[in-house]
Nanobody, 126 residues
């Protein structure tokens, strides 16, 4: 079992920046990828970004490409999401996710992932 704990959310003005962190604990993580999703009130959980654990390939939703950067530190079992030029529409609960399978999968879909964090609130004021 893998436990994921997010941190780094908060309140920021439009145009500002935040850095989210997600630490994986428990058994050694050996899955294919870790990702970030977000869910705004009354909306579905949407893909934000993902990174493959061994090689570090990155994937982004169109809405955040060029503003957000995902990275990972394998030694610390941690994935980061650097969020710049934040907009009010980025307001949501952000969830970290990890998959269990070591084989390539659909990293932009929530059903790909087996483990989820509790979420961290990001609020961007206008």
């Amino acid at each position: 079992q893998v436990q994921l704990v997010e941190s780094g959310g908060g309140l920021v003005q439009a145009g500002g920046s935040l850095r989210l962190s997600c630490v994986a604990s428990g058994r050694t993580f050996s899955g294919y990828a870790m990702g970030w999703f977000r869910q705004a009130p009354g909306k579905e959980r949407d893909f934000v970004a993902a990174v493959t654990w061994s090689v570090g390939h990155t994937f982004y939703a169109d809405s955040v490409r060029g503003r957000f950067t995902i990275s990972r530190d394998n030694a610390k079992s941690t994935v980061y999401l650097q969020m710049n030029s934040l907009k009010p529409e980025d307001t949501a609960v952000y969830y970290c996710a990890a998959d269990r399978s070591p084989y390539p999968g659909q990293v932009a879909t929530a059903r790909e992932y087996d483990y989820w964090g509790q979420g961290t609130q990001v609020t961007v004021s206008s």
